[in-house]
């Protein structure tokens, strides 16, 4: 079964706007990660953030994780068609790291 | 990504056919995935290798079974294709102590 669950599972922004969506997962982890996927392609690794850290970045992309809720959020800044994409939050299968569970995504488009 | 291919990239076949999906990588990684996705669904996880002589079933393994011919090849096969494992395929790999893995470009399979 899945581990974790994106929400929403679609959004539609403006070019420039800030979009942020989020994952719960259920059992405890030692990382999570988010992917990418644009129109029927492979996933692409955006960034992964460990348990014992709260808040990360790259570029555009900011990730929180609040362990005790079992929650993360991706958040994009000042959004560009380019992103328009399926993201997808990762976290162990069966408690472990080298094997992932996906949620559905959330499918992000932005509206030029 | 070209670092990890996948042959064929569309097929169509017809059920009660044998199927063999094949993946490639030049990434030097010793861990190779198979997964399939299903519309409006994450993905999941049906073998795993984490190198030539260790081949281990993921989620969802019935009705399929894979080979490692070698470190940088992992193939997917249907013995007896049927129309619900109409899915797209993604191959993907790692390497030992990175729970991060890097995607192939999709093998879409129809079974009529």
């Known amino acids: 079964s899945q581990q974790g669950e994106e929400d929403p599972q679609a959004l539609s922004i403006q070019e420039g706007e800030n979009a942020t969506m989020n994952c719960s997962y259920k059992t405890s982890i030692n990382n999570l990660q988010w992917y990418r996927q644009n129109s029927g392609r492979g996933l692409v690794h955006l960034i992964l953030i460990r348990s014992n850290e709260r808040e990360k970045h790259s570029g555009r992309l900011r990730v929180t994780l609040d362990t005790s809720k079992k929650s993360s959020s991706l958040l994009i800044t000042a959004s560009r068609a380019a992103d328009t994409a399926s993201y997808f939050c990762a976290t162990a299968l069966d408690g472990d790291d080298y094997k992932l569970s996906f949620g559905a995504g959330t499918t992000v488009t932005v509206r030029a | 990504d070209a670092d990890v291919t996948q042959t064929p990239r569309n097929r169509i076949t017809k059920t009660g056919k044998r199927i063999m999906l094949e993946c490639s990588q030049t990434?030097?990684?010793?861990?190779m995935y198979w997964y399939r996705q299903d519309p409006g669904l994450g993905l999941r996880l049906i073998y795993y290798?984490?190198?030539?002589?260790?081949?281990n079933k993921g989620e969802i393994s019935d009705g399929y079974s894979v080979s490692r011919q070698a470190q940088a090849k992992f193939s997917l096969s249907l013995e007896s294709a049927i129309p619900n494992q109409t899915a797209l395929y993604f191959c993907?790999?790692?390497?030992?102590?990175?729970?991060?893995?890097?995607f192939g470009p999709g093998t879409r399979l129809t079974v009529l």
């Open positions: 990434k030097g990684h010793d861990r």
């Open positions: 290798s984490f190198d030539v002589k260790d081949i």
């Open positions: 993907a790999t790692s390497i030992s102590g990175s729970p991060t893995q890097y």
